[in-house]
T-cell receptor, first 114, second 115 residues
Framework: QQPVQSPQAVILREGEDAVINCSSS?????VHWYRQKHGEAPVFLMI?????EQKGHDKISASFNEKKQQSSLYLTASQLSYSGTYFC???????????????FGQGTILTVHP | DARVTQTPRHKVTEMGQEVTMRCQPI?????VFWYRQTMMQGLELLAY????????DSGMPKDRFSAEMPDATLATLKIQPSEPRDSAVYFC?????????????FGPGTRLTVL
């Protein structure tokens, strides 16, 4: 039931763009995105609650395709500070409401070089 | 600056000993989560509470783990007896609503090593 993230790792140069995908086999109520730097706690980036919803956070945005049970995180014009492990957390849909808990993907390691 | 606090930050103990980890959620948050993170298993949900009531602890080994929330400002996770396979980073997170409808905010974690 764990969502599947792809790619597992990505290496960028500053200024390049990246897309991280998150796919679930279950109907979803919401998708959360978090970033974790080495030795630190995960940090909340954004939550997507509605099918097709897109949210933005500086140069980081995300989309949620409810029908496909997929979400994508878009990082544009990457900066060194974007380096870290990105996790999606999915909340299952229980007939229009949520089960109330997140299941996290295995993470995508993003490395940005100067 | 509101943040989740956890104590201790590091704990080294011997197999068979009791370990207690504490968490103070962000004031006003009504949902508290306990996670365990390892390289092999990733980030796993152990238990969570809403308005101090336990909602789900299916992720916890029942025979040795217990989680409680004696008041709104304190959540505890206890392991008794501890085993080497319990070595991991344990995170507490808090939020508003089910699954933290506005996101979950993580504490710095407790790094547990069981020898």
């Amino acid at each position: 039931q764990q969502p599947v993230q792809s790619p597992q790792a990505v290496i960028l140069r500053e200024g390049e763009d990246a897309v991280i995908n998150c796919s679930s086999s279950k109907a979803l109520y919401s998708v959360h995105w978090y970033r974790q730097k080495h030795g630190e706690a995960p940090v909340f980036l954004m939550i997507l609650l509605k099918g097709g919803e897109q949210k933005g956070h500086d140069k980081i945005s995300a989309s949620f395709n409810e029908k496909k049970q997929q979400s994508s995180l878009y990082l544009t014009a990457s900066q060194l500070s974007y380096s870290g492990t990105y996790f999606c957390g999915t909340e299952r849909n229980a007939g229009g409401t949520s089960y109330g808990k997140l299941t996290f993907g295995q993470g995508t390691i993003l490395t940005v070089h100067p | 600056d509101a943040r989740v606090t956890q104590t201790p930050r590091h704990k080294v103990t011997e197999m068979g000993q009791e370990v207690t980890m504490r968490c103070q959620p962000i004031l006003g948050h009504n949902t508290v989560f306990w996670y365990r993170q390892t390289m092999m298993q990733g980030l796993e949900l152990l238990a969570y509470f809403r308005n101090r009531a336990p909602l789900d602890d299916s992720g916890m080994p029942k025979d040795r783990f217990s989680a409680e929330m004696p008041d709104a400002t304190l959540a505890t996770l206890k392991i008794q007896p501890s085993e080497p396979r319990d070595s991991a980073v344990y995170f507490c997170a808090s939020g508003l609503g089910l699954a933290g409808g506005r996101g979950q905010f993580f504490g710095p974690g407790t790094r547990l090593t069981v020898l």
